[in-house]
């Protein structure tokens, strides 16, 4: 029973130290890795602001109440079908 612990808590804290050492490689290009980052958080949030416009440009067509009612059903529609996709 001690070997078996034993083992493991050698697989353990090799695994452990295996990832550690990939930390530390990334950590030598930090520019590269910001810079991807940063892109892709920049094109999420142009995306949302894209949704967002199209959206109040819906809601300023609008003529009636009917037409607010239909541009909101459409906006949660669609981003409840994003979100739905985003937990798959």
């Keep these: 029973m001690k070997r078996i612990i034993l083992t493991l808590f050698v697989v353990f804290a090799c695994a ?6 990939d930390n ?6 930090p520019g590269q890795n ?3 980052q940063k ?14 416009q199209e959206e109040k440009n819906c809601v300023q067509a609008a ?15 669609e981003n409840k079908e994003r979100r739905e996709q985003m937990k798959k």
Excluded: M, P, T, Y
Aim: glycine letters at 4%.
């Design 39 to 52: 892109a892709n958080i920049i094109s999420r949030i142009d995306a949302r602001i894209a949704r967002n």
């Design 16 to 21: 452990s130290i295996s990832l550690a050492g």
């Design 34 to 36: 910001i810079e991807k």
């Design 63 to 77: 003529q009636k109440h009917a037409d607010i009612k239909a541009c909101q059903d459409k906006f949660r529609d």
């Design 24 to 29: 530390v490689s990334q950590g030598k290009e």
